[in-house]
């Protein structure tokens, strides 16, 4: 069943928007990804229930929530999750003793020293070191 307006506000508000006023209560959000949520509320309307259809609109493309139930949950207060496209994390540099290692001991290229992720430089690393140590 929707929530009324007035609960929509008061998520809002809750969730840390920012409240500007106008004709309506209009609510904006930045969110990590430095896209925005938010949406906005016509004043007087705070003890009528959200139309089903709007309602959809609200929830799912103004305020970017991940499904309906985070609406709920952040009606009580804890953090929700909006549908965002997390960031990947930055490729690690090579620390530079890995470097030396494959351009020096094994002579790889820059390109191939390049397209090696810093687990699997290390992996080779690894396993050169404990070739030597079953060498009879």
């Known amino acids: 069943m929707p929530p009324r307006w007035g609960q929509d506000r ?7 928007y920012r ?3 106008t004709d ?11 896209s925005t949520s938010g949406t906005m509320v016509s004043m007087g309307v705070d003890g009528q229930q959200v139309p089903p259809q709007r309602w959809v609109i ?7 929530l991940i499904s309906e139930d985070q609406f ?12 965002i496209e997390t ?3 930055p490729p690690q540099p090579l620390p530079p003793y890995l ?3 494959l351009a020096d001991v094994l002579h790889l290229s820059e390109a191939a020293i ?9 992996r080779i690393l690894d396993d050169y070191h404990s070739r030597e140590l079953r060498k009879p």
């Open 10 to 16: 008061e998520f809002c508000r809750r969730q840390g």
């Open 19 to 21: 409240e500007t006023r």
């Open 24 to 34: 309506h209560f209009r609510y904006l959000k930045v969110l990590p990804d430095h």
């Open 58 to 64: 609200v929830w799912k493309h103004q305020l970017r």
């Open 72 to 83: 709920w949950e952040g009606l009580r207060g804890p953090p929700v999750q909006y549908a």
């Open 87 to 89: 960031a990947p994390e």
């Open 99 to 101: 470097r030396r290692f």
């Open 114 to 122: 390049g397209a090696l992720t810093r687990d699997d430089a290390q």
